[in-house]
């Protein structure tokens, strides 16, 4: 099974974390969409990152329908997105919540890194900031103080979503630590976990 992808991108480093919560073994390959565009659409004709080529050759693509396969596959009876119901629906809406803002995230900050500055709308970055913000902090105010996982008393992708997110949250300048503390702390623990730490970029 090969991995596409640098774990800079929160998308890549969603399916590396999950892969190695399942303890699945794994080769990455450490392509950028922007540093390796050929190689990158030859995998995904989109041109992004991940792409998760399996052991019969197929290739899929994008970070949610990569952790459905694996939670299909390799899940068990306590896969990182529960199967049905209410539980279910609990930890898809934190990881909508935090993909979402991982894309505002971005959005921002590839128009204030590539976009020239005479045509540069600073309206357009604040306005995503503060969604990728007000997400956040709304999950914050579900990482409990002292509580080791988000929900359901055990590691999920409601975890994973949000540790990238505040990572990517972090690296563009939101200070989490004073903004969304639980967040932040929730990330601190999560990294001596041995799927998150393996992962680091």
């Given amino acids: ?3 596409i992808g640098v774990n800079r991108s929160p998308y890549t480093r969603r399916v590396a974390i999950t892969l190695a919560a399942y303890g699945v ?5 450490d392509l950028s969409g922007f540093g390796n565009r050929d190689e ?3 995998a995904n004709p989109l ?3 991940p792409a998760l080529v399996l052991d019969g050759g197929e290739t899929l693509v994008d970070s949610a329908a990569i952790v459905d396969h694996l939670d299909e596959v390799h899940g068990g009876d306590r896969p990182l997105t529960p199967r049905r119901g209410a539980e279910r629906r609990a930890v898809l809406r934190i990881a909508a919540l935090m993909m979402g803002a991982c894309d505002k995230g971005l959005q921002a900050a ?9 045509k540069r709308h600073q309206p357009w970055i604040d306005d995503c900031l503060a969604q990728m913000t007000k997400a956040l902090a709304s999950v914050d105010t579900q ?9 359901l008393d055990r590691l999920t992708q409601a975890d994973i979503t949000a540790f990238v997110a505040e990572r990517l949250a972090r690296g563009i300048g939101i200070d989490t630590a ?6 932040y702390a929730l990330s601190r623990r999560l990294l001596e ?8 970029p």
């Fill in 1 to 3: 099974m090969i991995l």
């Fill in 193 to 200: 976990e041995a799927p998150f730490k393996s992962t680091e």
């Fill in 110 to 118: 590839y128009h204030r890194n590539h976009v020239p500055a005479e």
């Fill in 143 to 151: 990482a409990a103080v002292g509580s080791r996982y988000l929900l």
């Fill in 25 to 29: 073994r794994y080769e990455q390959r």
């Fill in 47 to 49: 041109g992004r990152i």
């Fill in 40 to 42: 990158v659409r030859a």
């Fill in 178 to 183: 004073a903004t969304m503390p639980n967040l």
